[in-house]
């Protein structure tokens, strides 16, 4: 047998006990190397201490001296967690270092003749390799001789850990509880006695019922809450719950009841049956959900799609959704009159088969970009109708958003604009033809010019500037029949044609500035017009009629309007003589403030003549837009 450390050893225990294994936690610790010493060393209080401490079957320690020298029991593993199997003859700081302060504490205090009890004491501890903390119920007491010298702090533990969680668990359990009664509207609970026929309620229904809170806790009669129901709910409330209780199966009803404060609530009554030992229902338990709010949306949202319906089904246009990724998910009746498809045989994508193969790229493309920007939808294009062909559609969709501005839906109507567009290619055809004759006649004014100057060759030059000024006329006669459809046109080039014919040598001096606004399609035969009244003006009374005068056009943006200056200078006082009454004063006022909703200021001095002309910036397209598609 190996020569064991401590001879001590045997007085502590007895030879036998000690071969039985009582000592043996203390056989591998050589204590004369420890601030302890040896073991036969320690006082007779310390020692009958640490024996008693060893037998205990709770767990418990005795931390020697200040330094807090570890001698424990296998019972205190769970308070020492894996430094247990090390603990014995080390310093309780080394041991527990976690808990360096707790225990420094604790030793002064037990040094001081001050014993400590502490309830569910929190302990970072390491088990399993793992940190947790565990709770204790500790006791701390010194360790004192006959003449009350003080030898060491003895540890008794008792772990709570398991019933801290259980009661944590309990705690958050009875939170959840309530935030799911309150979450879900539930208004409070009962519990129905089938033989006494009481019903116990909380205080939140009590409260709701006017009932006093203690006579609730105490059970009510069942009939008492029946009294408030709604008179048309009350027997068929009645008759399904004595059905429950006659079967034991659950109760689940919806009801009408009139509060103590005379109000009108809908709830919804929830009940499971509670059986006895032998399965017999000795009551029910269950819950009261508060669903006024729920019923009254409800009976909203049913109200606002019936509007909705009556009003997509009374207008005469093609009605249509899509979601926020343009997936189509509804169409009204007027959709299956038009293509003759019946709303059961409609899917998300249906609607791109029927779209004429030559309009499909610029649909498409159209529609995409309104998807990613969010901007109005409006096109016409060619949609399949139901005899066979393809008829013109007019289609405008605009985005429903949220709060935040992000975009939720599209809502978009589909307007059948075949007739007009059958009536835009007649008035095309019969407007070209206007153009093919009016061509004719400058031509033929140009051709008698040209006949006549070979007459009389002393006019040759007068000739050709007649036919050159008959040639800028007919092409600003071109830019006036400008029709919607086509591409927008630069103020300036408008410019350009109108005043070209008076553009000549030796004569006025024109410019323009800031010009390049660009006229939307439907705008420019209205503006052509009235330039043309403007340069016909000036080269009879204004600038464009003196040798030296001068005509000057500007642009200037203000904030909410555009303002075009039309400045003639050098005119001799004759500008603006044609500008104050007769038809062209009417034609200007006429397109200026009653179409375009402007306005004009005329100032006629000794420096010239000048009239500017404001418009609402919404009348013109951005530089490089376009029309509609």
């Known amino acids: 047998m190996a020569e064991r450390p401590s001879s001590g050893l045997e007085d502590l225990f007895g030879a036998a006990s000690l071969d039985a294994g009582l000592g043996k936690t203390l056989l591998v610790v050589d204590w004369a190397k420890t601030p302890a010493g040896e073991v036969g060393g320690w006082p007779a209080a310390l020692r009958s201490t640490v024996r008693t401490m060893l037998y205990a079957a709770c767990p418990m320690a005795v931390l020697i001296g200040r330094e807090g020298i570890v001698v424990c029991n296998a019972a205190a593993c769970g308070v020492f967690g894996d430094a247990w199997q090390t603990a014995q003859g080390r310093s309780i700081f080394e041991v527990l270092p976690i808990a360096r302060k707790f225990y420094r504490e604790m030793i002064d205090a037990a040094f001081r003749g001050n014993s ?114 709604h008179a048309e709910d009350c027997p068929r409330v009645l008759a399904a719950f004595g059905e429950a209780v006659a079967v034991g199966g659950k109760f689940h009803n919806r009801f009408r009841t009139i509060t103590r404060d005379g109000a009108l609530h809908w709830y919804i009554a929830s009940g499971r049956p509670v059986r006895n030992e032998s399965g017999a229902v000795t009551g029910f338990a269950g819950i009261l959900i508060d669903t006024t709010t729920q019923s009254e949306v409800a009976a909203e949202l049913r109200e606002s799609n019936l509007r909705f319906d009556t009003l997509t089904e009374a207008i005469p246009q093609i009605v249509w959704s899509a979601d926020r990724h343009g997936t189509h998910d509804f169409f009204n009746r007027r959709w299956t009159e038009f293509t003759g498809i019946g709303q059961d ?44 062909g393809f008829r013109w559609l007019r289609v405008i969709a605009l985005p429903m958003r949220d709060a935040d501005g992000n975009i939720l839906r599209w809502y978009g109507t589909s307007t059948d604009i075949e007739d007009a567009k059958l009536l835009e290619a007649q008035r095309e055809l019969v407007n070209r033809e206007l153009d093919h004759r009016i061509g004719n006649l400058f031509t033929l004014v140009n ?183």
């Open 345 to 388: 045989a409609i899917v998300p994508t249906l609607w791109t088969e029927l779209v004429h193969p030559d309009d499909w790229n610029r649909v498409s493309q159209t529609w995409q970009n309104c998807l990613k920007t969010g901007q109005p939808y409006d096109i016409d294009y060619r949609f399949r109708h139901h005899s066979d």
């Open 116 to 229: 400590h009890g502490l309830k569910d004491q929190a302990i970072r501890l390491w088990r399993n390799g793992v940190s947790e903390t565990c709770w204790f119920n500790l006791g701390l007491s010194p360790v004192m001789g006959d003449d009350g010298e003080v030898f060491g702090t003895l540890l008794e533990a008792s772990e709570t850990t398991e019933h801290i969680r259980t009661r944590k668990a309990l705690t958050l359990a009875q939170e959840r509880v309530e935030v799911a009664l309150e979450a879900g509207g539930i208004v409070g609970t009962w519990d129905f006695d089938v033989r006494s026929r009481k019903v116990i309620i909380d205080c939140g229904l009590a409260e709701q019922y006017g009932i006093p809170p203690e006579l609730a806790g105490k059970g009510i009669p069942i009939e008492v809450l029946f009294e408030n129901l």
């Open 447 to 629: 051709g008698l010019v040209s006949l006549s100057a070979r007459s009389h060759p002393q006019c040759a030059a007068f000739a050709r500037d007649i036919r050159s000024r008959l040639v800028a006329l007919n092409r600003a006669h071109e830019l006036i029949r400008h029709r919607s459809g086509g591409e927008p046109v630069l103020l300036g080039t408008l410019l350009d044609q109108i005043l070209a014919p008076y553009a000549k040598d030796g004569a006025a001096e024109i410019r323009t500035g800031g010009c390049s606004l660009l006229l939307r399609p439907e705008m420019v035969a209205p503006f052509a017009l009235v330039f043309h009244e403007l340069a016909t003006n000036a080269a009879k009374y204004g600038a464009l009629a003196a040798t030296k005068g001068r005509l000057t056009v500007n642009v200037v943006f203000e904030p909410e309007t555009v303002a075009i200056d039309w400045m003639e200078q050098g005119c001799c006082g004759l500008a603006g003589k044609g500008s104050s009454g007769g038809f062209g004063s009417t034609l200007l006022k006429t397109i200026v403030e009653g179409q375009f909703r402007g306005s004009m200021q005329r100032e006629i001095s000794a420096a010239g003549f000048r009239l500017r002309l404001r418009f609402p910036q919404g009348l013109f397209s951005a530089p490089g837009g376009g029309g509609r598609s």
